[in-house]
Structure formats: structure tokens, C-alpha cells
């Protein structure tokens, strides 16, 4: 069993900084690919950045330039830097693994249980 735990979310003044963590019990990140991804109210859930199994990072436009992931492989978690926020930030944001169904990587995802984030203007 696979457990994702989320932690640094909370509520900064536009133009502010917030780090994400996600922590996983049962698979390492670097195995199939992992992300971050929010969901804003009333909208989709929608990928924010992910670590392919490759090593190949990638970033939703909106994010380009001001969000950074990265993973720590000893520690196996993951991380997401945020900066220049912005109210359209404003999102519960989600740590996804791509699950591992030996013997090969799925199509599915586990998900941790969300981490609010609040930019007010």
C-alpha cells in the first residue's frame, strides 16, 4: 500500500513564496514518474509540474518560470518551490505517484490527500 502525505500549504499575499512537500511510504518517486497537480474550485484538477521515470521535468505555462520541483532520492520525497504566487494559485494542490503494477509502470496515479494553497491579493 502506497501512502502520500502532503505538507507546506497554507496562505501567503500575492507576489509571496510557499514550498510543498509530499512524503511516500511504499514506492519511490524516481520509479514511474510523480507530480503535483490542484484543483481550483468549480475547474479540473490540472497537472502543475511532473518528474518523469527519465528524469524529464515538465511545467504547466501558468507556472513556467516561477515553480520548481524537485526530488529528494535518499529521503524519497518531493517537492514543489513556488514563487511570484499568484490569486490564480489558489488551489488545493496534490502530490501524485504513477503507480508501479509489477511489471511495469501504470496509467493510474496515487494520490495524497491535497494541501490547501490561498494567494490573496
Known amino acids: 500500500q502506497v501512502h502520500l502525505e502532503e505538507s507546506g500549504g497554507g496562505s501567503v499575499q500575492a507576489g509571496g513564496s510557499l514550498a510543498l512537500s509530499c512524503a511516500s511510504s511504499?514506492?519511490?518517486?524516481?520509479?514511474?514518474?510523480s507530480g503535483w497537480y490542484r484543483q481550483a474550485p468549480g475547474k479540473e484538477r490540472e497537472l502543475v509540474s511532473g518528474?518523469?521515470?527519465?528524469?524529464?521535468?515538465t511545467y504547466a505555462d501558468s507556472v513556467k518560470g516561477r515553480f520548481t520541483i524537485s526530488q529528494d532520492t535518499r529521503k524519497n520525497t518531493l517537492h514543489l518551490q513556488m514563487t511570484d504566487l499568484k490569486s490564480e494559485d489558489t488551489a488545493v494542490y496534490y502530490c501524485?505517484?504513477?503507480?508501479?503494477?509489477?511489471?511495469?509502470?501504470?496509467?493510474?496515479?496515487?494520490w495524497g490527500q491535497g494541501t490547501q494553497v490561498t494567494v490573496s491579493e
Open positions: 511504499g514506492q519511490l518517486f524516481s520509479l514511474c514518474g
Open positions: 518528474i518523469g521515470f527519465d528524469g524529464t521535468i
Open positions: 501524485a505517484i504513477v503507480k508501479w503494477n509489477y511489471p511495469h509502470c501504470d496509467s493510474d496515479n496515487y
